[in-house]
């Protein structure tokens, strides 16, 4: 299955993550199986605990960064 993460420490974290797990799943569809989380900590320590048997683990970013940050944000630059 497909494993959402979004980590979320306050309630306005908390409804944008719902927002986009419920456009996750309209997208994929109803055949796909899709898994969310959403742990209340940082997305670093959130991230390396679900992730630590994956295959695969796709990071999104803000882009709030520099330019040369922006190859890797932090998230994905700490999980490397």
Known sequence: PLTLVHAARTRSQRERGQQIFDETRRAV???AR???EMPCATAIFA???LSEH???VVVGCLG???LQQRQLSSVS???V
């Open 29 to 31: 569809g109803e055949g």
């Open 34 to 36: 899709v898994r969310c």
């Open 47 to 49: 991230l390396a605990d």
């Open 54 to 56: 994956a295959d695969l």
């Open 64 to 66: 709030t960064g520099t």
């Open 77 to 79: 630059s700490t999980l």
